[in-house]
């Protein structure tokens, strides 16, 4: 267990006192069960594991201890936003390779003499087990932080993390050894050779694999979405389809030149046209300024429904700062709907079964997301064409909400991979003593099945995985096969 770990992590470290752990824990206990909206929903009790840390604590521990053992528990809570953060663990050793998903198994990348990647080792190309420990088993222990993500952004999220070896092996609870065996298979998972390599230092690392999809914009604050550069490589028309990326979930009070453009690309391609192919794949959220913007083009324009269903957890009555959050949502109580609304929202509350039935007197009455095209859209507007949202493991947050809302509507299909489901309202809380923080979820987002968005996702209705070409940066594999789709369809 992770909180037994303090011998393997820096002696230099900020110690704590028991006492100082059990206020901090103390602090933590108060502020998720008065604040977290996902706590025990799931049946996980996380006192249960607060009180067995306490008992096998001795006299002290480091913050680094502390701050992994809360990363580990909370985990199991089921809130795709909680976060740990202000502690650090020794992070300075790293296996010589990349390591990349490729349909559920481990890619092993290396890079040649041209920068280019490629198979460490073409006839087997995938990692088995790490010093006789499955792969399997072996992600399922060194990242406790995402592990109620839905099963591919999990893997996703881990196997990146492979790289980072001396911080996996405090995961582990051992020591990293001066030398690690890999055991690499072929691709049909028969045959097998083990190699023995030396960790190496931050300087002889291979940068952590990424998709070659939204790299170019890592580094791009919000209002870069301004330069016409940046948003000349968002659109593209080519072969009658029409393609939008978006990289981030901007708002457009920081880039009203990206809106100008996307709402003139929309008028442009009504008659240009085939089909629309809008990519939210790497997405890792923002706002809900773009999803609402494209409505207007991409719902019936004499349609009313409901689309996303959520329950604030606060002290009630809801309090003006949180009705304003929600509204910043574009999340809206019943009695704040028009008549048309209403109406919807009662034909969808008939059918409407979530999977949570969630405390009245710790969350609040339901606010509801509509798409209203009476109100967003015109039969001027309205691309009453083929659409596809193409989205994957990484598509997070705002972007997940995009994908949820749009599904189900007249004439789009989402492509790709389940996304990883995430739309929470979060808080940042800081504990007295360690001053670590924990980020919480403060609301519950339903879809329209149902089911939560945190730990579900949303599935796809045309599956299309990732290649080793795609992992490699040799092509767009996704995007490809969707255009062949697209162009033999009818």
């Not at 953060?85 to 998903?101: E, N, Q, R």
């Not at 399997?136 to 990242?143: G, M, R, T």
């Not at 049909?188 to 300087?203: C, E, G, L, S, Y």
């Amino acid at each position: 267990m992770i909180f037994f770990l303090s011998a393997s992590i820096s002696a230099q470290s900020t110690k704590l006192s028991k006492q100082q752990i059990e206020q901090d824990l103390e602090a933590a206990t108060k502020i998720l069960n008065e604040n977290s909206s996902y706590v025990y929903l799931n049946g996980y009790d996380f006192n249960d594991d607060f009180r067995a840390y306490l008992q096998n604590l001795k006299d002290s521990t480091n913050i680094e201890n502390f701050g992994l053992f809360l990363t580990e528990t909370t985990g199991k809570i089921g809130d795709r936003h909680f976060s740990v953060t202000g502690y650090k663990v020794d992070d300075s050793m790293f296996l010589p390779f990349m390591f990349a998903p490729l349909n559920g198994k481990v890619a092993v990348i290396s890079i040649n003499q041209n920068k280019q990647f490629e198979l460490a080792k073409p006839q087997f190309p995938y990692l088995k087990k790490i010093d006789g420990i499955s792969i399997n088993d072996f992600l399922a222990k060194i990242y406790p932080k995402d592990i109620k993500a839905p099963k591919e952004a999990y893997f996703t999220r881990a196997v990146r993390e492979l790289c980072n070896i001396e911080r996996n092996y405090i995961g582990l609870g051992k020591s990293l050894p001066k030398e690690i065996t890999l055991t690499l298979t072929d691709e049909h998972f028969q045959k097998d050779i083990d190699i023995t390599i030396k960790p190496v230092n931050r300087a002889a690392r291979l940068p952590r694999w990424e998709e070659d999809l939204t790299t170019q914009y890592d580094a791009a604050k919000d209002e870069d979405f301004n330069k016409p550069e940046i948003i000349d490589s968002l659109f593209d028309l080519k072969d009658n389809l029409a393609y939008i990326k978006i990289p981030k979930m901007i708002g457009i009070d920081e880039a009203p030149l990206l809106f100008e453009r996307l709402n003139s690309f929309m008028r442009t391609i009504k008659n240009d046209s085939k089909a629309l192919i809008i990519d939210v794949r790497e997405n890792g959220g923002g706002t809900r300024d773009i999803t609402y913007d494209l409505a207007k083009y991409l719902i019936p324009p004499d349609s009313v429904s409901v689309v996303n269903v959520t329950k604030q957890r606060a002290k009630l009555p809801l309090a003006k700062e949180y009705q304003d959050r929600l509204h910043a949502r574009r999340l809206f109580n019943y009695s704040e709907l028009d008549r048309d609304e209403q109406k919807s929202v009662t034909r969808f509350m008939k059918n409407f079964r979530p999977m949570y039935k969630l405390d009245d007197k710790k969350y609040s009455e339901y606010y509801f997301g509509l798409f209203n095209g009476k109100k967003l859209s015109t039969p001027d507007s309205y691309y009453n064409k083929p659409i596809y949202i193409l989205a994957n493991e990484r598509t997070f947050s705002a972007a997940s909400v995009f994908v949820s809302v749009f599904k189900g509507i007249k004439n789009i299909k989402i492509v790709g991979v389940k996304t990883d489901g995430s739309s929470g309202n979060s808080e940042r809380f800081t504990l007295p003593n360690s001053k670590i923080q924990l980020r919480i979820s403060t609301m519950v987002s339903f879809q329209k099945n149902g089911k939560t968005l945190d730990g579900i996702g949303t599935e796809p209705d045309i599956k299309i995985e990732r290649d080793l070409n795609q992992v490699l940066w040799r092509s767009d594999s996704q995007l490809e096969k969707l255009r062949t789709i697209i162009l033999n369809s009818k």
